[in-house]
């Protein structure tokens, strides 16, 4: 699933096309059926966390993959890989690039002196180049990161990874790995665990899987063999072999991402994650 090790890799996909035109646009979302970019020049693309962003002139494009989103680069005229009508944005740029943002969960378009208002609420990106140096005066992404977290001791670890505007980036898959990787329930209160660990281990997690093909924690690529725990419900604990198990955390108004708040599974396991979570 999209997570901010994805958007960071697409962000990266997509740099060739600084400085490109943008010789054709096509908002297929009903608020921006009349929009247009055409005739603009890509300025900037970058990540921050679960969110992509273009620069265009002085007008920013900003989506969200949600769950099931995906952008598709093709060249002009050839056959997208994906349905037609599953299609939420299409740019085409100078150079015979056309770009197709499939099931979008999130499409925006506004000034480039919003940005901070839109954005703004979002917490610390691990992968910025800020996370661990800032200007002069400045904490670093993750001393800011480390104190928004910690910041509700009596709210779970579990609800707190997952809320945007304290961490940007870690989703469901990430929370239930970094959460046994750490040996804690994701349901332990904040204030019962070493929250700056968990965060560093959030943010080598995202890093080590920036560059690998498949996303693994367990450093096995094979289907099947990437994670300790998400997903695996009833299987054995691959450190203990005791009976991984699953259930419910926190609700719709417990993050800030809609997407996350969907994502409401936890899996652990008994052994290996102990904790009074009663």
Request: glycine share 10%; with cysteine.
């Amino acid at each position: 699933m999209p997570e901010g090790d994805s958007v960071r890799r697409l962000s990266d996909r997509l740099q060739p096309l600084t400085g490109r035109i943008v010789e054709h646009s096509d908002f297929r979302v009903p608020r921006l059926a009349t929009a247009s970019l055409t005739g603009t020049t890509v300025r900037r693309v970058w990540p921050h966390g679960k969110h992509l962003l273009w620069l265009c002139d002085d007008m920013v494009l900003h989506t969200h993959l949600r769950m099931e989103g995906t952008w598709r680069i093709h060249a002009v005229g050839t056959r997208w890989s994906l349905p037609a009508h599953t299609a939420r944005v299409v740019i085409r740029v100078s150079g015979g690039v056309e770009l197709v943002g499939h099931n979008l969960g999130l499409v925006e378009l506004f000034p480039q002196a919003e940005v901070s208002r839109r954005t703004g609420h979002l917490g610390p990106d691990p992968l910025a180049g800020d996370w661990l140096i800032t200007g002069r005066w400045l904490p670093t992404g993750r001393d800011e990161a480390v104190r928004r977290v910690g910041a509700d001791p009596h709210r779970s670890i579990g609800e707190a990874l997952l809320d945007q505007r304290l961490l940007a980036g870690v989703g469901n898959e990430y929370r239930a790995e970094v959460c046994f990787l750490a040996g804690v329930h994701p349901a332990e209160p904040v204030g019962a665990v070493d929250a700056a660990a968990i965060v560093d281990l959030a943010a080598r997690a995202l890093l080590a899987n920036l560059d690998s093909p498949v996303r693994t924690f367990t450093g096995d690529h094979r289907p099947g063999n990437t994670c300790f725990v998400f997903g695996r419900a009833g299987r054995p604990c691959r450190r203990c072999g005791a009976r991984i198990e699953t259930g419910r955390l926190g609700g719709a108004d417990s993050v800030a991402d809609p997407a996350a708040a969907q994502e409401r599974l936890i899996w652990w396991c008994p052994v290996c994650q102990p904790g009074d979570v009663r």
